[in-house]
Nanobody
Framework: QVQLVESGGGLVQPGGSLRLSCAASGSIFLINVMGWYRQVPGKQRELVAVITRGGTTTYADVAKGRFTISRDSAKNTVYLQLNSLKPEDTAVYYC??????????WGQGTQVTVSS
């Protein structure tokens, strides 16, 4: 079992920044990949960025050049720095952990709203 708790969402003006955090607990030694996804009503959840146990990062096109995924292994926490935010970035952002064998866990989600 893995528990994921997100924080850091909120309301921000276009062009602003936010940092999302995801704290993992439980069987964290089984985690191979952690990442961030987002979802808007009526659409499928989409990948934003992931980071592997080895530190390799992968970004969706919407995130490249604006968002940065990072981790603090000592705190078992993954971060998503959101810069140059646009109204179309408005979504619920979910933290995800993929374990050995492919089992996946999700956090409860944190709302990011970009609006003037």
């Amino acid at each position: 079992q893995v528990q994921l708790v997100e924080s850091g969402g909120g309301l921000v003006q276009p062009g602003g920044s936010l940092r999302l955090s995801c704290a993992a607990s439980g069987s964290i030694f089984l985690i191979n990949v952690m990442g961030w996804y987002r979802q808007v009503p009526g659409k499928q959840r989409e990948l934003v960025a992931v980071i592997t146990r080895g530190g390799t990062t992968t970004y969706a096109d919407v995130a490249k050049g604006r968002f940065t995924i990072s981790r603090d292994s000592a705190k078992n926490t993954v971060y998503l720095q959101l810069n140059s935010l646009k109204p179309e970035d408005t979504a619920v952002y979910y933290c995800n952990a993929e374990l050995r064998g492919g089992l996946m866990y999700w956090g409860q989600g944190t709302q990011v709203t970009v609006s003037s």
